[in-house]
């Protein structure tokens, strides 16, 4: 099974700062990773696919980078709305895997 | 608008039996893959199964292969997931989630429903 590592667990920034979330897989999955995010009570929303495509209807400040092993979330600009839990996904092997999830708080 | 609605969660004991449901509109359900991925109260996000748009090809995680069935009913546009020989540790909320074909990920998700495994 590919293991999806998230970094860091807890990430406390203020509204205006840059995000900056990671994501390592324990074996190459190519450029096919995406990333979610879910608030309190709320299902995940795709944010990002295949690494660095937009999902539709997301807000610009919102960036992904990386292939291989090695993943990176960016939130350019940190709105109110977007303290949650991020989660990356990949879908180059079976079974589909999660990370484990970065909580963004306010700090 | 592309909706899923899943029904079906309840509190059952351990080693019992529960049939979940997710009834999708709004787009045409035959085409898409569909998924059922799973969140323990206070954990992360959990793969369980998956199955192709025509039923033919279906995909489990390891820790629910031989207990639990995906299946789906296209004329009805719903998408089962049977769950035998049920475990504490199957307690979570259960989402129901489409395979987008063009992201060729999750693009659509249900609401959840909250299966609980206790005697």
């Known amino acids: 099974e590919t293991v999806l590592t998230q970094s860091p667990a807890t990430l406390s920034l203020s509204p205006g700062e840059r995000a900056t979330l990671s994501c390592r897989a324990s074996?190459?999955?190519?450029?096919?990773l995406a990333w979610y995010q879910q608030k309190p009570g709320q299902a995940p929303r795709l944010l990002i696919y295949?690494?660095?495509n937009r999902a539709t209807g997301i807000p610009a400040r919102f960036s992904g980078s990386g292939s291989g092993t090695d993943f990176t979330l960016t939130i350019s600009s940190l709105e109110p709305e977007d303290f949650a839990v991020y989660y990356c996904?990949?879908?180059?092997?079976?079974?589909?895997?999660f990370g484990q999830g970065t909580k963004l708080e306010i700090k | 608008e592309v909706q899923l609605l899943e029904s079906g969660g309840g509190l059952v004991q351990p080693g019992g039996s529960l049939r979940l449901s997710c009834a999708a509109s709004?787009?045409?359900?035959?085409?898409?893959?569909m998924s059922w991925v799973r969140q323990a109260p206070g954990k992360g996000l959990e793969w369980v199964s998956a199955i192709d748009g025509s039923g033919g090809s279906t995909y489990y995680t390891d820790s629910v292969k031989g207990r639990f069935t995906i299946s789906r009913a296209n004329s009805r546009n719903t998408l089962y997931l049977q769950m035998n020989s049920l475990r504490a540790d199957d307690t979570a909320v259960y989402y129901c989630?489409?395979?987008?074909?063009?992201?060729?990920?999750?693009?659509?998700w249900g609401q959840g429903t909250l299966v609980t495994v206790s005697s």
């Open positions: 709004g787009f045409t359900f035959s085409t898409y893959a």
């Open positions: 996904q990949q879908r180059s092997h079976w079974p589909r895997t």
């Open positions: 989630a489409r395979w987008g074909s063009s992201t060729l990920f999750y693009d659509c």
């Open positions: 074996q190459s999955v190519s450029s096919y």
């Open positions: 295949d690494a660095s």
